[in-house]
């Protein structure tokens, strides 16, 4: 259960009310409301790293545009607007790559870019923590790092997959509406 301070920080308490202390986001309440024994035995993921072409919406979207895929992402995992986390993974895409060519001719362009995947891990670790699913193939640094557009990709479909499966997340139409009492 969680209480508003005077200050307005929102704090969260144990079973013998002690404090844990201020909830920063609402990532770290989900995370903090997730249970640890689950983790235990994680799931394999429902699709592959390399299954880029079961879903050509995310991977058409992946390759050429990975910034709005990963807004997305964090749109459906944090509740908040895609256009943020959009524009930061683009910000750091470009100028990361930009410094890199510039300064080394291309050379160290890889190394230099791989800010992004220190940005993006961190989302597919609380994807992981919030479904359950195992670190595969390797840590969520090394599977961005590798394969960036890749793992959005699987990330998307991981995302969606879960939410038409799940019954308390499922996307359901409205129903037909009509307009009745407003004839002239």
């Not at 362009?109 to 995947?117: A, K, W």
């Not at 840590?139 to 699987?154: M, R, V």
Request: with cysteine; hydrophobic share 35%.
């Amino acid at each position: 259960m969680a209480t508003r301070s005077h200050q307005g920080y929102e704090f969260d308490f144990d079973a013998d009310g002690n404090d844990y202390g201020p909830l920063a986001s609402p990532t770290e309440r989900l995370i903090r409301s997730q249970h640890l024994s689950a983790s235990i035995n994680p799931q394999p993921w429902s699709t592959g790293i390399c299954a880029c072409f079961n879903d050509m919406k995310s991977c058409c979207l992946g390759l050429w545009c990975p910034c709005i895929l990963f807004g997305r992402n964090v749109e459906v995992l944090e509740g908040r607007p895609w256009t943020g986390p959009c524009l930061m993974h683009a910000l750091l895409l470009s100028v990361a790559a930009g410094i890199g060519y510039s300064l080394t001719h291309g050379t160290l362009l890889g190394l230099l870019v791989s800010c992004v995947p220190c940005y993006a891990c961190g989302y597919r670790k609380i994807l992981r923590t919030k479904y359950n699913l195992e670190d595969a193939p390797c840590g969520d640094f090394l599977t961005h790092l590798c394969c960036h557009q890749c793992a959005l990709c699987q990330e998307y479909r991981e995302i969606y997959d879960k939410l038409n499966t799940d019954s308390e997340f499922s996307l359901v139409p409205p129903s037909s509406q009509t307009m009745e009492g407003h004839l002239p």
